[in-house]
């Protein structure tokens, strides 16, 4: 069955430093996400991607951070300049095409294990 | 704006025992209604969704849930739970009519299952 991969796991870095997270998303899927979740608090939204653009974005998603598709495949978030307060768990979600005669059709969003920032 | 409650931080149950996790909504239109269920250091697994038809639906593991438009709710149930059932769920809701919106989740409910 496919899914959706993120990698690494758990990255560690230090304030100030660059992380970039990446997302292989399942392959026929058309929308992607980042989500990003603090220990013990809700799943929050980040961005939403669609066809080479975001299309959504959060207040959380200031200029320190940035989404790309660079080759069809991967889907990364960077952080440029990590703080304290980004540590958290980060995870990507895609979702295919539903709508027209079947509007129940890949609705859901598909999310990777995670990978689990932080930030010293 | 859209919006989901959670209203129970926990739920505790005997196993054997049914369950219920809560969850109420708020869409500016109709809703679509998920359900992910979070494991100790895991990502979100899906469990079920409601998009239209019968409000009843069927997802794995064995739960199930009820779309109840007048009550704007969509319990989480299970006829009989399990030990392995304890876990993190999130509630989470989209409005039909809003594009690529992303989903807007509930600050989740911890269900623990005594054996």
């Known amino acids: 069955e496919p899914e959706v991969t993120q990698t690494p796991s758990h990255q560690v870095t230090q304030m100030g430093q660059e992380v970039i997270l990446r997302c292989v998303p399942i392959?026929?899927?058309?929308?992607f996400y980042w989500y990003r979740q603090i220990l013990g608090q809700k799943v929050e939204f980040l961005v939403s991607?669609?066809?080479?653009?975001?299309?959504?974005k959060s207040e959380i998603f200031d200029d320190q951070f940035s989404v790309e598709r660079p080759d069809g495949s991967n889907f990364t978030l960077k952080i440029r300049s990590t703080k304290l307060e980004d540590s958290a768990m980060y995870f990507c979600?895609?979702?295919?095409f539903g709508g027209g005669r079947n509007p129940a059709a890949s609705n859901e969003q598909f999310f990777g294990p995670g990978t689990r920032l932080t930030v010293l | 704006a859209q919006s989901v409650a959670q209203p129970e931080d926990q739920v505790n149950v005997a196993e054997g025992n049914p369950l219920t996790v809560k969850c109420t909504y708020s869409?500016?239109?109709?809703?679509?209604l998920f359900w992910y269920v979070q494991y100790p250091n895991r990502g979100l697994q899906f469990l079920l969704k409601?998009?239209?038809?019968?409000?009843l639906v069927k997802g794995s593991y064995g739960f199930e849930a009820e779309f109840n438009k007048s009550q704007t709710s969509f319990h989480l149930k299970k006829p009989s739970a399990l030990v392995s059932d304890s876990a993190l769920y999130f509630c989470?809701?989209?409005?039909?009519?809003?594009?690529?919106?992303?989903?807007?989740f509930g600050k989740g409910t911890r269900l623990s299952v005594i054996a």
């Open positions: 979600a895609s979702r295919g």
């Open positions: 392959s026929n899927h058309l929308y």
């Open positions: 991607f669609y066809n080479n653009e975001i299309s959504e």
């Open positions: 869409v500016s239109g109709n809703p679509y």
């Open positions: 409601y998009i239209t038809g019968d409000n």
């Open positions: 989470a809701v989209r409005d039909i009519h809003s594009g690529n919106t992303p989903l807007v």
